[in-house]
């Protein structure tokens, strides 16, 4: 069971906006930022939000972040059949002796 | 052009041992910290241990602590994750990917990641 929680799965039609949440702790998105990665099947994550909003150069502009309290969100607007794949939230969790915590993934499916 | 590449990965056997390394280039090294990342089959992503840029600075995930050593060798541009006391559990690809900053505490953006290599444990 992952630290941070996600939806396991989220959809939309091309051209709809679609959010993915994650939700942790004060320990975790609580005191730290949040970033957000995005990986196709059988390749490396990518770098797609850091900071809770900033977007690497390169991603569009339809990726947003956001974050509130203990919890982040993804929203991805104008959705392409290229957006389908899987997408994690991460953040520093300072409890204990301090580690990265990742969220379980979200898997977009697009219609 | 930043570029990371894994090596070190195989088939072994429950509680055998193996030695990742990730070969970077494209960068000042030195001046960031390093992180190592695995994914079991089907299964989300997990970070496993991050290494400050000069090294003075580690921290691990529970899962591994006490079995898995990472270091940096920075006159060869490299990091390794030595996996000590292998499990089936720790049956991973495992990737090292690039920090932004020098230090490695309260930070989870890595924004360059190698293709992974593959580490089976039979039991």
């Known amino acids: 069971q992952s630290v941070l929680t996600q939806p396991p799965s989220a959809s939309g039609t091309p051209g709809q906006r679609v959010t993915i949440s994650c939700s942790g702790s004060t320990s975790n998105i609580g005191d730290n930022t949040v970033n957000w990665y995005q990986q196709f099947p059988g390749t490396a994550p990518k770098l797609l939000i850091y900071n809770n909003n900033q977007r690497p150069s390169g991603v569009p502009d339809r990726f947003s972040g956001s974050k509130s309290g203990t919890s982040a969100s993804l929203a991805i607007s104008g959705l392409q059949s290229e957006d389908e794949a899987d997408y994690y939230c991460?953040?520093?969790?300072?409890?204990?002796?301090?580690?990265?915590?990742f969220g379980g993934g979200t898997k977009l499916t697009v219609l | 052009e930043v570029q990371l590449l894994e090596s070190g990965g195989g088939l072994t056997q429950r509680g055998g041992s193996l030695r990742l390394s990730c070969a970077a280039s494209g960068f000042t090294f030195t001046n960031y910290a390093m992180t190592w990342v695995r994914q079991a089959p089907g299964k989300g992503l997990e970070w496993v241990s991050v290494?400050?840029?000069?090294?003075?600075?580690?921290y691990y995930a529970d899962s591994v602590k006490g079995r898995f050593t990472i270091s940096r060798d920075n006159s060869e541009n490299t990091i390794h994750l030595q996996m000590n006391s292998l499990r089936a559990e720790d049956t991973a690809v495992y990737y090292c990917?690039?920090?932004?900053?020098?230090?490695?505490?309260?930070?989870?953006?890595?924004?360059?990641w190698g293709q992974g290599t593959l580490v089976s444990v039979s039991s």
């Open positions: 990917a690039k920090g932004t900053e020098k230090y490695c505490s309260s930070v989870s953006r890595y924004d360059y």
């Open positions: 290494i400050s840029g000069s090294g003075n600075s580690i």
């Open positions: 991460a953040a520093w969790d300072d409890s204990l002796s301090g580690s990265v915590v």
